[in-house]
């Protein structure tokens, strides 16, 4: 067991230990009395730091800061956050393997904490890119927070070891049952509203098997996960960059994921919500296991996909996106034309956020079409679904 710590030591959330000396550091931050008079206005300026300072455990930092953080963010920056599905979770014997949808950066797996904590269940443990550890300050955040480090832009050989490493880390806290984990269905967010599993996640998870097909897919436990923004976290960020890679490849600034964090925080995101979906049956994986190798994963993929779109809450701005996007009234009783008014002003004022050289109709096109994939996404599994009952009679 001893020898498995030490090949985790470079992925692995912090330690209690690891993690009080962090606070103490982060507590110094200048920034530190401001975020504590936002989280704690009827107290003074220096209780965030002395909490920080008094802390013994990450256990402690999440109940005392982070959960109010994210209750925080929901308050201020969105009009009612729902979820369902919950029941799945308690049914569980043992831990489980989150796999979510990725639409912001920070607060998809924030908020499906946030749930685990209000409905008693153990927090998971949290897959994250390590490009968003370049500032010291975020990194003793994030690994205080049980975040697993993702190691990103390495060659292919590097990136075949680190998978592995990888894999039978997220294995071993499942079946050990040390701690359930949020990974997201895919690397990095999804930034034209299409939620795709990627094959190769699938053979990530696959690799550290030491079983046939089944066992290793069934023993992770899989529940799918479906979070739906009103008002698409970084919307406008997002459709820059598809513009942009159509012609050439698209570089990040260096501080672009911090901007991403902050503004994903900060945008007004009106309704939120939470579908979290019934575990992956072993009739689902025993059925994907009898395919090709490459089809195995397909199936698995396509299980999983299923989910996430069945979990999508569609509101107004997916439906008016629809509509504007293919010049359309398909689903004009879902809105008012006041809703609309308000819709196109929000979508123009978005545009005028990035520099005018860049074309405004291919931007406003990518842009709708943000907001009207998910509904697109629902039609195809309607026509899916209808093609396969018509096919069993």
């Known amino acids: 067991m001893e020898d498995l710590i030490n090949e985790f030591d470079s992925i692995s959330p912090y330690t209690d230990e690891e993690a009080v000396k962090a606070f103490g550091i982060l507590a110094e931050h200048p920034n530190v009395p401001l975020i504590s008079k936002t989280l704690f206005p009827d107290q003074p300026a220096s209780f965030l730091h002395d909490i920080l300072k008094s802390l013994k455990s990450i256990d402690e930092f999440q109940k005392l800061v982070m959960n109010k953080a994210v209750e925080w963010v929901l308050d201020t920056s969105a009009h009612n956050f729902s979820y ?19 639409r912001d950066i920070i607060l998809d797996p924030a908020i499906t904490q946030l749930v685990l904590y209000r409905n008693g269940i153990e927090l998971t443990e949290i897959a994250v890119g390590d490009n968003l550890l370049s500032n010291k300050y975020v990194e003793y955040l994030i690994r205080s927070n049980r975040m697993i480090k993702v190691i990103r832009g390495i060659n292919a050989r590097t990136l075949y070891l680190s998978s592995q490493v990888l894999s039978r880390y997220i294995r071993t806290c499942i079946t050990s049952g040390k701690s359930s984990i949020w990974l997201a269905q895919r ?11 990627e094959q190769g996640l699938l053979k990530m998870l696959d690799m550290s098997g030491t079983a046939d097909f089944t066992s290793n897919f069934e023993e992770l436990n899989i529940v799918p996960l479906s979070i739906s923004y009103e008002y698409e976290p970084c919307d406008i960020m997002k459709a820059r960059e598809i513009l942009i890679s159509r012609t050439e490849k ?8 911090l901007v991403s964090i902050i503004t994903g925080i900060r945008q007004q995101k009106g309704n939120i919500h939470l ?5 992956l049956t072993h009739e689902e994986i025993d059925a994907a296991s009898v395919c090709n190798k490459n089809d195995r994963y397909q199936a698995i993929r396509h299980a999983v996909d299923l989910r996430v779109i069945e979990g999508y809450q569609l509101w107004k701005t997916n439906y008016m996106g629809y509509d504007l996007a ?16 308000q819709f196109t002003g929000y979508v123009e004022h978005q545009l005028d956020q990035v520099e005018p050289e860049l074309n405004r109709n291919d931007l406003r096109d990518i842009f709708l079409r943000i907001y009207g994939n998910p509904v697109l996404s629902k039609e195809q599994l309607a026509e899916e679904r209808a093609a396969a009952a018509a096919q069993a009679e």
Do not use: M, W
Not at 187 to 197: A, M, P, Q
Not at 329 to 340: G, N, W
């Open 275 to 279: 579908n979290i979906g019934a575990p």
């Open 326 to 341: 293919n010049h359309s009234f398909k689903y004009a009783d879902k809105y008012t034309p006041e809703d609309l008014e």
């Open 84 to 102: 369902d599905g919950i029941e799945y979770l308690k049914q569980l014997n043992g831990k489980f393997l989150c796999l979510s949808n990725h």
């Open 250 to 257: 698209y570089v990040k600034g260096s501080r672009e994921d």
């Open 187 to 197: 690397e990095g967010r999804s930034k034209n509203g299409i939620d795709i599993t």
